[in-house]
């Protein structure tokens, strides 16, 4: 048993801080929260040389072949700004999805391109009759000869203004045995003709909605030998990306603790110090009680992934209790902070904003709750 | 990370060893009431023959030196020993015994070569079983405020005095408490701890009625007392610490008994109130396919896992000499107010069942009945759930810049 990190997690996480710490000021983060892409060329160029793009894609296709455990670490540092743009729909979700899905060949394409930073892939999923459940996948793909034809609307679908390349799980033919037969990935090019991607107005950043129109899609990015099998691929990719999703969210809850501390040492009310007040310091317990809780539950699924033990109970289990702690935390946070929490320029609202964008990615607490009852074979 | 000792051949023998010894020595007929406080003399006695053997190889306190009866171990080892204790669903030890759990603890950092040799020794091999004397009448969540006097006349120290919620079932042979040796000096300052033989002269103990009689993380006691003072004449040897050290002394056994040592053990109640939704059929239905019981389900699993993880992480933090800051009091916290809702979702779950212990109506042999009740008396036994907090906030500098340290273990 050993709780720590490894000394190669230690450098990639004292690497990142600094990284973050020199690039990513609360500036810089604040004035790209609400672009369409999150990101400017130049950032994603960077951290595209660091390889962290590739942090997952094995070696043999041009990645770092690295760890749950290690991409974990180096996202919950991420997390901890909040860092906007495509890493985790690219770098994680993205290239897990391909590695689960596509053949030979297309991995041996695709992603050393996707851990350069050259291909940006958004994984489009969601549609208006929003959900994770593959019967809420509803686009029709028509084939004709050679080539797909695509009409209708992904929904809610994270990083496209930023991405080269949508991963769209589409419908090629009805239900058959079960409501998972029938789907398929399909890599569209985001800037084909038909294509329209428009960020979502409102409190969610980076979230698009994007219209297929008449979308012709060549049989060759068609992700797989054959069509109808992309659910599985897409789920498989799911299991393993959520609990890396879930350390961002714990870097995030980690950053609105720290500032909450520090808050509650220098704002003086009634002429002491405000963490002097018994019902502030609830606030703050709450917080690390949820914090601590998403954490550990976080890094015990990490490391059954990592172990190559079953691990489906426990990713539904951290992102359950995550998703739901990382708004918890930031309740608290504008708790204990007051007025100064909703000024921009301060910073807690970017977590805030990013608890609630992010609670419904890859299934929000209520779905993983039902998923772990089925997983623990209740 | 890894969150299971990886076992290596060393520690395969070690568990063979265990295995083959427990099953030569744990006692026929050792089955515990769901309710401790129906644990019969008998039963006791044949717990404390199995802790008097455990502690012939050093193995009831096994994390101690063996020169006063410990067993040298690590934690990976003790890990092995508490997970083959398990499986007979015992643990170290395997009776309530504060006195080695948090006592010995304290011993340890703050008493003399001589304390440790004529203290420990007869702890740590299972010949004294020892109450925790600590609440008063007006001392609870201030327990620097403490009343009973010990004044020094000689070679002994005359204790008068009463302390409250005391013991377990079936008596004890050593007590320890803290006591006043100085009332003039400050708060804190003004405190001695002191071991108290069972059987003096002038001791009285007075059993209590409560909902039941809740444990402070180690095995349950079963019933609580209040005991007397009267004129009481201890060896002034029995002082540990030195004079008017007492609130230092605490520091050690407060520390575990706020959470710091963790915990490595499953709600047992939540697994059997699961396995009993799986397997109880109402209207031909399993009870888990009720969705809302479903969820009920998920609601007291998820609980008992993050204090699990959380008992995990600080039983590693404890064990691997980690620096350790607010993690012991926010494992009791969160076990304590959790262990509450749980039984209100337990509540909820299994209804009108869940609140009778009738041979005939009562689930699991009255085990979900019971939880109702300890839930409610466990939220207080070694704190408050508002004091865990409280050090907590100290702990995490919340409002400070100096960030009180945790209690010393070692």
């Known amino acids: 048993m050993d709780l720590g990190l490894t000394e190669a997690q230690e450098i990639l996480k004292t690497t990142a801080a600094s990284f973050l710490q020199q690039e990513y000021p609360k500036e810089t983060i604040i004035a790209l929260e609400s672009t369409p892409t999150g990101v400017t060329p130049e950032l994603f160029r960077k951290v595209a040389e660091l390889g962290w793009l590739g942090i997952l894609i094995p070696e043999e296709y041009g990645g770092e072949g690295r760890s749950y455990t290690d991409a974990a670490v180096l996202f919950e540092e991420l997390g901890r700004g909040p860092v906007a743009g495509p890493y985790f729909s690219s770098g994680i979700l993205g290239a897990l999805t391909v590695l689960h899905s596509g053949t030979e060949a297309q991995k041996r394409t695709i992603l050393p391109q996707v851990a350069s930073g050259e291909r940006v892939i958004s994984v489009a999923v969601t549609e208006p009759h929003y959900g994770w459940r593959p019967e809420t996948v509803q686009l029709r793909a028509s084939r004709q000869g050679d080539t797909y034809t695509l009409n209708g609307v992904k929904l809610f679908v994270h990083d496209a203004q930023a991405a080269t390349h949508l991963l769209c799980a589409v419908r090629t033919s009805p239900p058959n045995n079960g409501a998972s037969s029938g789907i398929t990935l399909l890599l569209v090019d985001a800037k084909a003709p038909g294509v329209t991607i428009r960020t979502l107005p409102g409190w969610m950043a980076q979230v698009d909605e994007v219209r297929l129109h008449n979308v012709r899609v060549p049989a060759a990015d068609v992700l797989g030998e054959t069509e109808g099998q992309g659910w599985e691929a897409l789920e498989a990719a799911a299991m393993q990306a959520i609990p890396i999703l879930c350390a961002y969210q714990v870097g995030s809850c980690q950053t609105v603790f720290d500032i909450s501390v520090a808050y509650s040492r220098t704002r003086v009310q009634f002429g002491q110090p405000i963490g002097r007040f018994q019902r502030v310091q609830d606030h703050i317990v709450n917080i690390v009680n949820n914090l601590d809780a998403a954490r550990w539950t976080t890094y015990e699924a990490l490391w059954k992934l990592d172990a190559g033990r079953p691990a489906a109970a426990s990713v539904h289990l951290a992102k359950a209790v995550t998703s739901e702690a990382y708004l918890k935390v930031c309740d608290s946070g504008h708790e204990v902070h007051a007025g100064v929490g909703v000024i921009r320029e301060y910073g807690l609202t970017l977590h805030t904003q990013r608890s609630r964008t992010l609670y419904h990615l890859l299934g929000d607490a209520r779905y993983h709750r039902r998923r772990l009852a089925d997983a623990m074979g209740w | ?410």
């Open chain 2, 1 to 410: 990370m890894d969150f299971e000792v990886t076992y290596t051949p060393e520690q395969e023998a070690f568990r063979t060893e265990v295995r083959a010894w427990l099953a030569m020595n744990i006692p026929e007929g050792l089955e515990q009431p769901v309710d401790p406080g129906d644990l019969t003399l008998e039963q006791y006695q044949k717990l404390r023959e199995l802790g008097r053997r455990l502690g012939s190889r050093g193995w009831l306190y096994p994390t101690y030196p063996k020169e006063y009866g410990g067993g040298d171990l690590n934690v990976d080892f003790v890990m092995i020993l508490e997970e083959e204790l398990d499986r007979y669903g015992l643990h170290l030890p395997p009776y309530y015994d504060s006195g080695g759990r948090l006592g010995g603890a304290s011993i340890f950092v703050w008493g003399t070569e001589e304390q440790k040799k004529q203290f420990l020794t007869p702890i740590f091999r299972g010949e004294w079983r020892t109450w925790q004397l600590l609440s008063e009448p007006n001392a609870g969540s201030d327990l620097a405020g403490v009343q009973t006097r010990a004044v020094r006349d000689g070679d002994s120290y005359i204790v008068n005095g009463q302390k409250i919620y005391i013991g377990s079932l079936h008596g004890c042979e050593m007590m320890w408490t803290i006591v006043v040796t100085d009332p003039d000096k400050p708060r804190h300052e003004n405190l001695g701890w002191l071991m108290i033989p069972y059987g003096l002269p002038g001791i009285e103990v007075r059993p209590m009625e409560l909902l039941t009689a809740g444990g402070e993380g180690g095995a349950s006691p079963g019933l609580k007392h209040t005991v007397f003072f009267d004129n009481v004449r201890v060896p002034a040897f029995n002082l540990v610490g030195g004079e008017n050290n007492g609130w230092r002394v605490a520091t050690t056994h407060l520390e575990l008994e706020h959470g710091g040592g963790g915990m490595i053990r499953r709600n047992r109640v939540v697994d059997q109130f699961l396995e009993y939704c799986i397997t109880t059929k109402r209207d031909g239905e399993s009870l888990s396919k009720d969705p809302d019981v479903r969820e009920d389900m998920v609601e007291a699993y998820i609980k008992s896992e993050i204090v699990r993880l959380m008992g995990l992480r600080t039983y590693w933090l404890s064990h691997a000499h980690k620096p350790r800051s607010y993690e012991g009091p926010q494992l009791s916290y969160c076990r304590k107010t959790y262990a509450l809702e749980i039984a209100e979702t337990i509540l909820r779950a299994v209804g009108p069942y869940a609140m009778t212990n009738d041979p005939d109506w009562g689930p699991l042999h009255g085990l979900l009945e019971h939880y109702q009740r300890s839930a409610v008396v466990g939220l207080h036994p070694g704190g408050t759930t508002d004091i865990q907090k409280v050090i907590m906030a100290r702990r995490i500098g919340i409002g400070r810049t100096t960030r009180e340290q945790a209690g010393r273990l070692r």
